[in-house]
């Protein structure tokens, strides 16, 4: 991990961007966690639209973790940002954006095309980051995974045993075969749907939700959009987050 800035925030937070390879990320870390004990870390996930169009979104999803004493990261994801085009992946987006010009349903085809090469890929990079994360003096875990690609979290949730709970946004497409995976998530989840969400198949997010093995699981459904999450909804998130990493 080479650090590529660093700046001190005016609510008591550092934000330092990194280049972990190829990969951009940034970290939010308080102040005071170099000079005190280590801090739990959560993972901040995204949709595929670029670090620097989320920005803002993240920033402020971090500076709350950070408020409730917590570092939080995040990273490019592939094909995204300034990471080289993916030609898979674009494939697919065209295919998605005609499908929904058109108002025909989104197949399992383009759905599978669209998210299962990014988790394949993805989930190794973010293992890859937590790594490196975890071997820095104010981290010391444990980790949360919070928003993004649902099918990421859950794929997160399955294999990556440092990840003690998750805060899921039934926001995104899920392809079938991730179905078989939620049934082998078990830690804590916290699941967030917009019930009036546009682009997202409201049933298949409720029957995901009913797949997954986790002993403890809520759903915390509001009325809305994508992107009419109420204030609420984000204090809620932190609670759980807040019981289960500390």
Known sequence: ?????????????????FTLGEIPG??????SASASAPVPLILLGHPPLGLRKMYPRLAGRARHAVADGFAAATIELPGSGDRPRWATAERARADLRRAMEAGEPVGDQIIDALILPLVEKSVPEWQAALDVLLSLPEIGGPVGYSGGVISIGVRLAVVEPRIVAAGLFAGSFVPRAMFEEARQVTIPLHVLLQWDDEGNDRQAALDLFDAFGSKEKSLHANMGGHTGVPQFAGDAAAQFFTRHLK
């Open 26 to 31: 940034i970290l939010w870390t308080p102040v």
């Open 1 to 17: 991990m080479h650090f590529t800035s660093e700046q001190r925030l005016d609510d008591g937070v550092i934000e330092r961007e």
